[in-house]
């Protein structure tokens, strides 16, 4: 009986430990903005309609995490479907280990800090026709939507739109 017993718990474990492994490589969710996301096998997916919240690098004062903040540091790819039209302050802050992220032509707005600390991106398409609007302070040391993001990356744009992406 002692045998039977541990065989079963053993199998019991296993399967509770696959189910934990299967969790750790895909999760998802809704955001409080109607948004949800994906996070399978290191590639983050954004898809919905309108505009996404402005996040928080802490929770301190009250500040709201990204529902993928946890993920962050496992994140390799991220897309932002089509229908997306902003991304919030520190939406992806921290993804150190990006290299490439892609970004739907319905984009219109890029919040600080959103792409802050992707500092292994090696490729950004942007489908957009019209470049995204960038704070104010987007290049100023304090905020900055790009900060160490290599400024060697090269960013991928429609075509027609490169000489408007020059002159922004």
Known sequence: MTHFNTITKFLFLCVAFCSVVASAHAINGTTDDGLSWDFTDGVLTIS???AMDDYAQSTTFGGKKSPWFASRAS???IIV???VTALGTYA???STI???IS???TLTDIKNYALANCSTVTKITCKASTPPTLPAAAYDKTYRCFQNVPTDCPIYV???SVNTYKAT
Request: charged share 25%.
């Open 48 to 50: 919905g309609e309108g």
């Open 75 to 77: 994140v390799t790819k």
């Open 81 to 83: 479907n089509e229908g």
């Open 92 to 94: 992806f802050f921290g």
């Open 98 to 100: 990006c290299t490439e």
């Open 103 to 105: 970004l739907p032509s």
């Open 158 to 160: 429609p075509k027609q």
